[in-house]
Structure formats: C-alpha cells, structure tokens
C-alpha cells in the first residue's frame, strides 16, 4: 500500500465581536436595487452581508461512489504546471499600501502572505500594473514626496477609464519588486503605459530599466489593458478596433527591438474586457455604470457547481491552443468573481473560494491558461485576496484576508512544486455538476486527488478511492464569509492578519480498507477534499518554512520604520473599479484539522 497522507480543511464558523475606529472614510454611495442588495455605509472589503445558500437538490445525488485511477496516465491530462499557477494581481496605484513604501520598507504582511505560497508552490507570480498602467510615468526618485515609490493625482482631462488616479513612479518601485522577489521567490509581470503610441520614450524607458533591475524575474511586460475600451474610455477615437491595437503594438515592438533589451520576446497582448473577445460571457456584468446591476441573492447559485465554470473556461479554449501551438504562455491577467468590485455575500463567501478552485483545476485541465492572477484592488471591492487596513496606523498587522487568498493556497498545495502537475477531470460521481473532482499526475502517475463538495446540507457525501487518501474541508455553509483556520492555523479575521498561518498543525490518521485496497474519504457539505496519494507528494506540496512561522526575515529596524503610513493620499484611494459599492464589516471564525492515512 502507498504510504499515504490526507488533510481536511474544514472551516467551524464563530462571529467575533470587535470594534476598530476608521480615518478617512470614503463618501458613502447608495444603489437602487432588491432589498437583499440593500446599501451599506461602509467599504466593501469589509460588507456583513451572508446570503441564502441554494437549497440541496431534490432527490438527493448519489452519496457514495468510487473514483477510479490509473497508473502510467489518463486521458485529457493538461499541460504541465506550476503551484504558482494562481498569482496576484496588484493595482499600480496601490502598490504603497499593499508592496510596501519603498525599497527599504516592505510591508510585512505582504510578504508573509507571498512566503505562504510560496511555501506550498515553489514560487509565487505577481503581476504589477491594471488600470491605473496606461497612463503611467517614469519619474526620477527626487520627483517622488516622502521617500515613495509613487505619486498620485487626478489630471484635468485625464482618460483613466475607471477614475483610478494618473500615476508616476520612480526606479525605487522596481527595486522594491526586485527584493520582494528575492525574499520570497517571486516574479514579475509589469505593465507599459500606452497612452501615447506615437511617442513611447517613457515606456521605453521603463522596459530598459524594468529589465535592467528585476532581471530574471522579469516574466513578461503587458502592452495595453483593456484597450477594447479605449474608444468609449476617450482613449483613442471612439472607431479604435483590434486593428489599430495592432499597428499601435506593431509601433512599440518597433521601438523595443531599438531599445537594446537582452530578451525581445517579453512582450505580451492586452488584457481585454468585453467588446473584443468572448463578448457573450460578459454581457450580463455586474457594472453599475452600464446600468446593470445584479441582486447577489439571485446571482449565487451560479457560482456553485461543476458547469459553473466549465462554460467560462471552453471560452478559451480555442484561443489557448493557438498561443500553445505558438509557443508562447496563455496567461489570464485578472479575474475573480465578478468584475466591478464584486458581489456582496458572494466574493467573501466560502462559495468564492471554492469557485477559483475548481476554476484552476477547470482551466489547466483543459489545457488552458499558463498562469491567473486574481485582483489586488483596494478598500471598496469586495474580492480582495487580502486587505490592508483602512487607516494610517500600523500596517505591520490589521490585515484582513480574503476568500479567494484560501484559494490560492490550495491550488499551490495540490500542484506542488515540481512543475511537473498535469490536471485531469475525473468527471466523477456521473459528472454530477455538485462533486465535481479532479486528479493531479506527476510523471505518469496520480499524486493527489481534488474532491469538492457543494451541497449545503448535513448529509455527508463518501467518496471511495483506491488506495489512497485524502484532504476534507468542512465549512458550515456556502454562504459563509471566510475567514480560515486551515489545518488548525489561522491567518486572523478581519482586521486581524499580519500574513501569517499562526497555530499549531494539527494530524489525524485515517484507516484504510487494505483488503479491497480502497480509502472511504468523507467529503462533508460543503467542502473540498485535498488527497495525497504518497507520502513524496505531501513533502513537496508542504512548507518549506517551520509550520506555525510562515513569514520572512525582517531587520527590526526596517520593521519599525514600515509601521504607519501617511493619511495624506487616502483620498485617492479610490477603487479601481467604477461603480463599486461600499459595505459593513465583519469577523469570522472557521477551522480545518489536518489528517494522515498510515503507512
């Protein structure tokens, strides 16, 4: 029998009761709307709002059935992969109150949450630009107040398509990136402005002393974010296609291969919204300024179950096997669960961490995209991986970690460190849409096993593996705001987070039928079940840092000198997505106990 090691994530809810005091609260915005999307006061990274779960479906699926594996491959496996699959994209404009000031004051819950990653995954990709890149400016350091990175201000004539502030930026900030990537092993895309493609000097500027600095970890420079809007945005004339991209494109290749850089392949696409490209799966978006706006209750139940994002990921498809055919990476550049800020109840909700999971495992098992980076945004979205606090004191702890940061843990975990993860749908239980499951190769062979659950009942669904073992996480609901204990460690509820899984890991054993050569594992309602199927396979997917201290090295000094930030610019820290909506705070408790199968 295969030595054989099973974690549980199950997630035990608690209200914690807390009060914080807020400076500098944005002005509060009203929508008109169902009473179940009634507006709230206050930002929405930190909204009350619990919806009603869908109810289980009736009659009830098949509770128990067997998952079979194959030795040597199977069908439909995807390409191989990295646990730095899902990586984070952080708004240029907010790179001071997330990164950190300069290059010399890093904050520190930034790097714990990338060590928690890359603990699991190997290395962690981050992406630096959005909507506020377009119209950037490199600057030199003496340009920059108070020894930062970045400048912010609100141009007369301005055209930044979601109100986020024009930004300049100084060398410092790539420095900044450079030594968070060297204490976390992290690597970089980094976003060209292209306001002007009839003089790029600047933007040429920036890739020579971008490439200069970061080096090797510089994976790629994004030309263009959502220029598909650049027309209705005022950008370029309200007749620019895909077309004038193009020539514009053409026009800075043309300026690069001038430029001396060392790497003339660095260059990628845009990052496109809704007019371009798969525009049917956009037009029933969440945006308030295009006059739509969705009640979260009636929303939630696509969000839950197998189909909820097979369709969105066969939208690619066609166009991923051209990129691969070509040689290049597909990567997602942003995404989470709705654009525009989000969904009240349903983006800090259990149901929006399960939804990139299985989004993850969806999308490489179908061969598609090379990396997916979720939005790092600011205080007024409700999608956040993480959130730094909405004050001027410390920003050393105070942190408040969001559903889909568990997300990319996960995900890190379940592809380990090997680059070598192939994905497969098991399409199991008769591709029953609620227990979808997926089964991760390494070499030809199963390594672990990803089984979800997303009924929302009592009833505990068994799954039945051959030889193998399992990881469940239990949460009481799916409408539950997370705020996770995995494996006995928690990273702390709202406003309570300095990055760091804190606690004491917890192991249970799980017996194995050795006779019929199977492993019973519950997969309770709702939950995702991680399996290791060898004892390798847990070793690599485990951290590399002592299990209660996932953190980095941090000169005390330096950590006291990065303790509070300046109130001044609050103002301008504006979501970067227009329409967004403010809401009301909460804490949350869950929990989830670590399990092993004997040898």
Not at 201 to 226: C, H, P, S, W, Y
Not at 395 to 414: D, K, P
Not at 533 to 550: G, R, V
């Amino acid at each position: 029998m295969l030595t054989s090691q099973l974690v549980v994530l199950a997630c035990i809810w608690a209200q914690l009761a807390g009060a914080v005091t807020i400076y500098n609260v944005k002005t509060t915005k009203a929508i008109a709307t169902s009473d179940a999307y009634a507006a709230v006061a206050t930002l929405a990274a930190y909204d009350q709002t619990v919806l009603t779960s869908p109810s289980p479906p009736s009659p009830a699926i098949t509770n128990n059935f067997l998952v079979q594996l194959y030795p040597g491959s199977m069908s439909g496996l995807s390409i191989k992969q990295s646990g730095a699959f899902m990586g984070f994209s952080i708004e240029l404009s907010v790179v001071q109150t997330t990164l950190g000031k300069n290059s010399t004051h890093l904050l520190v819950p930034f790097l714990n949450y990338m060590a928690n990653v890359r603990a699991r995954g190997g290395s962690v990709s981050i992406r630096v630009g959005g909507n506020s890149q377009d119209q950037s400016y490199l600057v030199s350091s003496e340009s920059i107040p108070n020894n930062g990175v970045i400048s912010k201000q609100k141009q007369a004539g301005a055209t930044t398509p979601t109100e986020t502030p024009d930004v300049v930026f100084s060398s410092d900030l790539l420095t900044m990136m450079k030594n968070i990537g060297d204490l976390v092993n992290a690597n970089f895309y980094f976003g060209l402005n292209f306001f002007n493609p009839d003089n790029e000097t600047n933007a040429v500027l920036v890739a020579q002393t971008a490439e200069k600095i970061l080096g090797d970890r510089l994976l790629g420079f994004q030309l263009g974010n959502e220029p598909d809007l650049y027309g209705s945005h005022g950008r370029r004339n309200s007749s620019y296609s895909m077309e004038n991209y193009m020539n514009d494109y053409q026009t800075m290749i043309n300026d690069l291969n001038g430029a001396s850089l060392s790497n003339n392949q660095i260059l990628i696409g845009p990052s496109t919204c809704c007019n371009w490209n798969e525009t049917d799966i956009f037009n029933l978006d969440n945006c308030k300024i295009n006059g739509n706006v969705h009640d979260p209750q009636e929303t939630f139940a696509s969000y839950i179950g197998h189909g909820s994002v097979t369709g969105l990921a066969a939208q690619y498809v066609t166009s991923s096997q051209m990129v691969q055919a070509a040689g290049k990476p597909f990567v997602l550049m942003e995404t989470n669960t709705a654009s525009c800020g989000g969904f009240p109840g349903i983006s800090d909700s259990f149901a929006a961490t399960m939804w990139p999971r299985i989004l993850d495992f969806n999308s490489r098992s179908s061969i598609f995209p090379k990396s997916y980076y979720t939005s790092v945004v600011c205080q007024d979205t409700y999608y956040n991986p993480f959130t730094p606090p909405p004050t001027n004191l410390s920003t050393s702890f105070g942190w408040t970690t969001g559903a889909v940061y568990y997300s990319a843990l996960l995900i890190a975990e379940a592809f380990g460190q090997s680059g070598n993860a192939q994905i497969v749908d098991l399409y199991s239980n008769g591709n029953n849409d609620l227990t979808p499951g997926y089964a991760i190769y390494e070499n030809g062979n199963p390594v672990r096993v990803a089984l979800f659950n997303y009924i929302d009942d009592a009833l505990v669904p068994t799954t039945t593996l051959p030889t193998s073992l399992s990881v469940g996480n239990r949460q009481d609901s799916q409408a539950q705001r997370l705020r996770l204990f995995k494996s006995g460690q928690a990273l702390g509820g709202e406003l309570g987070s300095d990055g760091r899984l804190e606690g004491t890991q917890e192991t249970v054993t799980i017996q194995c039928d050795t006779t019929a050569q199977t492993c019973a594992i519950p997969v309770k309602a709702p939950s995702i079940a991680l399996v290791f199927l060898t004892s390798d396979a847990l070793t690599e997917s485990s951290q590399m840092l002592p299990p209660n201290k996932i953190t980095v090295s941090v000169d005390p000094s330096v950590l006291a000198n990065s303790n509070g930030r300046g109130a001044a610019e609050h103002d301008l820290l504006g979501s970067t997505s227009e329409g967004s909506v403010n809401s009301a705070p909460r804490k949350c408790k869950p929990e989830l106990p670590l399990y092993r199968l004997p040898s």
